[in-house]
């Protein structure tokens, strides 16, 4: 993804996610979603405990 009007965003809660966030590190907006106890690395840029219910209606 290489073109200059497109930002991918990137919205998870799950492990296996990683990889995606790793692979657009410096492409795009990775955000992981974590339990309050959740202490694991990841490649996200940003973290969040919950989502606002008008971002999960986007969620495909």
């Not at 992981?32 to 008008?54: F, H, I, Q």
């Amino acid at each position: 993804m290489n073109h200059p009007s497109v930002l991918p965003i990137y919205i998870s809660d799950d492990v296996t996610d990683e990889a995606a966030f790793q692979a657009l590190r410096g492409t795009g907006v990775c955000i992981c979603v974590r339990g309050e106890n959740d202490t694991r690395m990841t490649w996200a840029d940003y973290t969040v405990k919950t989502l606002p219910k008008s971002v999960l209606f986007y969620q495909c």
